[in-house]
């Protein structure tokens, strides 16, 4: 069983949608939370970074982290076509370097 | 500023054949990694390194070797191609562990193997 658990999708949803992405872990040490946007044929980039439990807030995106259940999810409010996209999660471990584990991701579509 | 640069963008190897995936920064990074991407699997760790000579092992390391002879490159060689290596490759680069800047990983555009 893999360490983080994704949804692969596809989610489709309607342009202004409220979209939740979501992740399970199964590793409690796991201390740091990220969320990675990857377009078609890209590489991904760094959305959103939490350390811990809690929200973070920057812009439309909300990243939630519940340590309790192990539980890590993204909202993306008034969602736009330019948001159609793989969203991966990542965890970390204290002290692991930059050895990040991913989940598989999950492929959006904000449809016009 | 490049970023990270991963060449080439594809290649196609027979069984057996060796190759070299290059990878460079030029953003003073510490801290680089070699990840693979296959359908529904994420990305998975092959290699990191944690700054020029030292290097270590990730999640699927083997039939990969790697070395760190300077700080802005980090190339991946895979040593006799076998068809379970085809997948996409991502280089990454980051200025190190812990916090959001140090934690940030830069990734290059991807290298798309395909063994025969």
């Known amino acids: 069983q893999k360490e983080v658990e994704q949804d692969p999708g596809p989610l489709s949803v309607p342009e202004g949608a409220i979209v939740s992405l979501n992740c399970t872990y199964s590793?409690?040490?796991?201390?740091?939370f990220m969320w990675y946007r990857q377009y078609s044929r890209k590489g991904p980039e760094l959305l959103m970074y939490t350390y811990s439990s809690g929200n973070k807030e920057d812009g439309r995106f909300t990243a939630q982290v519940d340590k309790s259940s192990k539980y890590i999810s993204l909202f993306i409010r008034d969602s736009q076509p330019s948001d159609s996209a793989t969203y991966l999660c990542?965890?970390?471990?204290?002290?692991?370097?930059?050895?990040?584990?991913f989940g598989g991701g999950t492929r959006l579509m904000v449809k016009p | 500023n490049a970023g990270v640069t991963q060449t080439p963008k594809f290649q196609v190897l027979k069984t057996g054949q060796s190759m070299t995936l290059q990878c460079a920064q030029d953003m003073n990074h510490e801290y680089m990694s070699w990840y693979r991407q296959d359908p529904g699997m994420g990305l998975r760790l092959i290699h990191y390194s944690v700054g020029a000579g030292i290097t270590d092992q990730g999640e699927v390391p083997n039939g990969y070797n790697v070395s760190r002879s300077t700080t802005e490159d980090f190339p991946l060689r895979l040593l006799s191609a076998a068809p379970s290596q085809t997948s996409v490759y991502f280089c990454?680069?980051?200025?190190?562990?812990?916090?959001?800047?140090?934690?940030?990983?830069?990734f290059g555009p991807g290298t798309r193997l395909t063994v025969l």
């Open positions: 590793n409690s040490a796991f201390q740091y």
């Open positions: 990542a965890t970390k471990k204290t002290n692991a370097g930059n050895m990040l584990t």
């Open positions: 990454a680069s980051s200025f190190g562990p812990s916090g959001v800047k140090q934690d940030t990983q830069y």
